[in-house]
């Protein structure tokens, strides 16, 4: 397999680029517009061929490369089906697969963060976008985010996969790149409560500032990226 964690600086995300094999298909996971070139070149550089972009979720703090990949490569574009973002060419559900070549990635609906949270599962690693962080968990402050929902998510569906499993996260701000289920459930902060109520507390105790982007990235990304030409 290829498999690329590519950086975006400024708003600390992560970017995956996966293929089976060179010459074949490739998949981006959480693109972001200002490193579009940055993929292309990538891209055609490991003699791939894009055909599918993927965001996780709708992102409040980046403008995604959604649309941009799409107008250059021709790929097709992917969210969940909770998304409000009507620019994607195809919409998955939890239970379906994203195939590209013989690599399938499993969708699991995992909200919290936001109403539209998804992550995407390998058998050996799971990208879990703003759901799990690396000693932490997205924010559950705007954009539908629900402190109860996380929780489900977290402890229904993601800390049940292998202990082994890797975790890729959409975001790290602390130089961590990847960890695995095992020891999250035993190191990640957030985790170590008693219940759910516990965990809603915890999350509604927390005071953030909005992120600086988030008046025109929800939007933009609402449009997979597309500005308005206002
Ligand atoms: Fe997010």
Do not use: W
Request: aromatic content about 6%; charged content about 20%; proline content about 3%.
């Amino acid at each position: 397999m290829i498999f690329r964690q590519l950086f975006h600086r400024i708003s600390s995300t992560y970017t995956y680029l996966l293929a089976e094999r060179q010459g074949g298909e490739a998949l981006l996971i959480d693109p972001v517009l200002e490193n579009t070139a940055q993929y292309v070149r990538l891209i055609e550089e490991l003699d791939l061929k894009l055909v599918l972009a993927v965001d996780t979720h709708i992102h409040a703090d980046h403008i995604t490369a959604l649309g941009a990949l799409r107008d250059q490569t021709g790929c097709a574009s992917a969210m969940g089906d909770m998304t409000r973002a009507e620019c994607v060419s195809i919409q998955f559900r939890e239970g379906e697969k994203l195939q590209v070549d013989n690599l399938n990635l499993d969708i699991l609906y995992t909200p919290g963060h936001t109403d539209d949270s998804y992550s995407l599962l390998l058998p050996d690693r799971v990208f879990t976008g703003d759901t799990l962080l690396i000693r932490g968990t997205g924010r559950t402050d705007f954009q539908n985010g629900d402190p109860a929902a996380q929780y489900d998510s977290l402890f229904g569906k993601l800390l049940k996969l292998r202990e082994e499993t890797l975790v890729y996260p959409a975001h790290d701000y602390n130089g961590m790149t990847v960890s695995t289920i095992g020891e999250e459930k035993r190191h990640n902060p957030r985790l170590q409560v008693s219940g759910k109520q516990a965990y809603i507390n915890q999350m509604n105790a927390l005071e953030l500032d909005n992120p600086r982007l988030m008046d025109i990235a929800v939007p933009a990304n609402h449009a997979c990226g597309a500005l308005a030409a206002a």
